[in-house]
């Protein structure tokens, strides 16, 4: 069974600090995806992750991929108040595309204080 | 860009009801999913469609059926509900199955059992 963990689970920070939230996962994957969920919203998608050492950039968020260790990582730099959100990774099983259902991290809770 | 509806956004039930969720998926976009996130937790998967066919089943309890329809919206349908149904209910789609499409999530219904 697919288990996908993040920590932490509560993360409060400054602006214009920087941290890193990251993701575990159990088995074999090739896709990754990371959401951002602000309160009783719905889920925006920010990166999906297709390969090894695959990295991608969006303004002050970062997300990287290591499927050999199966970790990913999200990079918060110079954290602002907007980013303030709950943000979720998930993972794809390698059915070899019979199913694309995604398995969700556990969350990460993120509060930027001025 | 058109997103994915949902209807209706909210939804209050007395236990033992039911209740009826729709689903309509991005134009062109032919496999929807269902989630379940109840309060703090992450989403989980509980059933999808790809071409009007199940393509996978999670979570999903007997008391509960879903179907997609020839315009590939979709509806969850909750029968003798539960006060531990109480959760938001996402649906999302994505174009086919192939290995590289993102799913995209509509806003959610927010359903309260009594």
């Known amino acids: 069974e697919l288990k996908v963990e993040q920590n932490p689970l509560f993360l409060s920070m400054q602006e214009g600090k920087n941290y890193t939230i990251y993701c575990n996962y159990s088995?074999?994957?090739?896709?990754l995806y990371w959401y951002r969920q602000d309160p009783g919203k719905s889920l925006e998608s920010l990166f999906v992750?297709?390969?090894?050492?695959a990295v991608k950039q969006e303004g002050r968020l970062m997300a990287s991929l290591d499927t050999k260790a199966r970790l990913s990582t999200l990079h918060i730099t110079a954290a602002v108040h907007d980013l303030s959100a709950t943000y979720f990774c998930?993972?794809?099983?390698?059915?070899?595309?019979?199913?694309?259902?995604?398995?969700f991290g556990t969350g990460t809770l993120l509060a930027v204080q001025p | 860009a058109a997103g994915v509806i949902q209807s209706p956004r909210h939804l209050i039930k007395e236990k033992r009801e039911t209740a009826t969720l729709k689903c309509y998926p991005i134009?062109?976009?032919?496999?929807v999913y269902w989630y379940q996130q109840g309060p703090g937790q992450d989403p989980q998967f509980l059933i999808s469609?790809?071409?009007?066919?199940?393509?996978d089943k999670g979570s999903i309890p007997d008391r509960f059926s879903a179907q997609q329809f020839s315009d590939y919206h979709s509806e969850l349908n909750m029968s003798s509900l539960e006060l531990g149904d109480s959760a938001l209910y996402f649906c999302?789609?994505?174009?086919?199955?192939?290995?590289?499409?993102?799913?995209?999530f509509g806003p959610g219904t927010r359903l309260l059992v009594l």
């Open positions: 999302a789609s994505s174009l086919g199955l192939r290995q590289q499409e993102t799913q995209y």
């Open positions: 088995t074999t994957s090739d896709r």
């Open positions: 992750l297709l390969s090894n050492g």
């Open positions: 998930a993972v794809v099983l390698n059915y070899g595309g019979a199913t694309n259902k995604l398995i």
């Open positions: 134009p062109r976009h032919d496999t």
């Open positions: 469609f790809y071409e009007k066919m199940q393509s």
